[in-house]
């Protein structure tokens, strides 16, 4: 009998999942999966000790779902992708595997892995077959009439589009239970020897089921309305789906299908684009790496702005870490990045843009940071999204539009209901007062437990305008 191995990354669910169908085509095929624990590399990568924990509750799940079909899913644990390549080779004599089915990554250290794990593999006779699963189009697949990929994101939008009004992509059904059905004994899931932090299980359930519901409740009950409350941060109004792209619990294409089936006009450009829009800059930033493999490197897109001569200033970056910079909605912004390991994503632009344009701070400290806490850490939506605001990017903000923090904060966050709610010590300030609470606590002789803020926004604006102007030239 062949043996078929699905070797699971970001890819944990059962539906929709490419590597997984095509290992279970062969009806006869004795059919075995594996994930591998790399916890060194998952620090060089810095992943969140949230996401960590995340992954492991959603692989007992997949253990349990892919157990009902008669598929056991192993365990295996070593520091590094090198590591993994020699484990997974050793794996494959053991259980006398013939071939090896799984879902491409496409940062550089994870292709570099894919590449010595074929050629390993090739060497013992394996076939080992990659797939574009986690993307709705494959890197290279859109590109300008020079066949370069698409710099500015507008254009890259419109061809993805037509590209879709042509043929959309599928979705594959979860495989059928196999001979064997169900497996009376899982092998062991050891904890992972990485740190684990616990996470709100009623905001970011575990599960596919779980990730499902919610995409099903967004798109009958929200979608609608994202437009007009995607940008604040009191209102629940965003789909809260991006940790289960991040990790695999979800496809794109799960997403796309789900939306079509509840609103046929979205790719004509009705409200519910704008939602799907937001999946197409995730594509964009993924098909960037592939293009741009230094994008993996922290190095800026924008050669010139290497030559920005950024402050290294301590007390001013633990401040901002901390949400103690003396600006209520990047505080706040902060303390919910803190304690949920997710933050809003009118906040994430907000917030990168004071570190950077008021702080004058490396955005490379920023992308770490918000890396070393983010539930849906996800390195090309976090690296496009920290050059963005750093106007280092590809497609970026251009440098001298630099956020004001406070008519920010007036503008989506008006009442300051979301401020209060992540700084109780501005409990009592009114709500006019409550973007600059600082003012109204002398006027009035009250005494805050709130920092003076760390820079006066007009003059730090001059100060970075002028470290970009030196920059260019």
């Not at 000790?49 to 295996?76: T, V």
């Not at 250290?109 to 060497?123: G, H, P, S, W, Y």
């Amino acid at each position: 009998m062949t043996t078929h191995l699905v070797w699971l990354r970001n890819d944990l669910r059962i539906n929709d999942n490419t590597a997984l169908y095509a290992a279970c085509r062969d009806t006869k095929a004795n059919v075995i999966a594996l994930f591998i624990a790399t916890p060194g590399q998952w620090q060089q990568h810095q992943m969140a000790a949230r996401q960590a924990a995340f992954i492991y509750d959603n692989l007992q799940l997949l253990q349990q779902q892919l157990a009902e079909r008669g598929i056991p899913l192993h365990y295996l644990q070593c520091d590094d992708f090198a590591a993994s390549t020699e484990q997974l080779s050793e794996f494959c004599q053991q259980h006398q595997v013939d071939r090896l089915f799984y879902n491409y990554q496409y940062e550089v250290n994870e292709r570099q892995r894919d590449a010595a794990v074929e050629k390993v593999l090739f060497d013992q006779d394996i076939i080992a077959q990659g797939f574009d699963d986690s993307l709705l189009l494959p890197p290279g697949s859109v590109q300008t009439g020079n066949h370069e990929m698409y710099k500015v994101f507008t254009p890259f939008s419109k061809a993805f589009v037509k590209r879709l009004l042509q043929g959309l992509p599928e979705c594959v059904p979860a495989p059928q239970a196999r001979e064997g059905a169900p497996l009376k004994t899982s092998p062991r899931l050891e904890p992972f020897d990485y740190p684990r932090q616990s996470y709100d299980q009623q905001l970011f359930p575990a599960g596919e089921q779980a990730a499902i519901k919610q995409l099903r409740h967004f798109c009958q009950q929200t979608v609608m309305e994202y437009p007009g409350q995607r940008d604040l941060p009191a209102t629940d109004g965003t789909s809260r789906l991006s940790v289960y792209l991040a990790t695999g619990v979800l496809s794109p294409r799960q997403c796309l299908h789900r939306l079509l089936k509840q609103h046929p006009k979205a790719l004509e450009g009705d409200d519910s684009f704008i939602w799907l829009n937001e999946l197409i800059w995730r594509e964009f930033y993924r098909h960037l790496l592939v293009a741009y493999p230094a994008l993996c490197r922290h190095q800026p897109f924008t050669r010139w702005t290497k030559k920005v001569q950024w402050r290294k200033d301590d007390r001013q970056l633990k401040a901002w870490q901390q949400g103690k910079t003396g600006y209520p909605i990047v505080d706040a912004a902060m303390r919910q990045l803190n304690t949920l390991g997710w933050m809003h994503n009118r906040l994430r632009m907000i917030t990168a843009s004071f570190l950077v344009k008021d702080l004058l701070i490396d955005w490379r400290e920023g992308e770490s940071y918000f890396m070393s806490q983010l539930i849906d850490g996800d390195l090309a939506a976090n690296n496009g999204g920290w050059q963005w605001a750093a106007s280092t990017g590809t497609d970026a903000a251009p440098y001298f539009r630099i956020f004001n923090p406070t008519t920010q904060g007036e503008r989506f966050d008006t009442k300051g209901e979301f401020i209060r709610h992540w700084l109780p010590e501005l409990q009592q300030v009114p709500d006019e007062a409550i973007h600059q609470p600082q003012q109204w606590a002398k006027k009035n002789q009250q005494k805050l437990d709130y920092p003076e803020p760390l820079v006066d926004h007009k003059e730090a604006r001059k100060r970075t305008l002028e470290a970009f102007e030196a920059a260019r030239k």
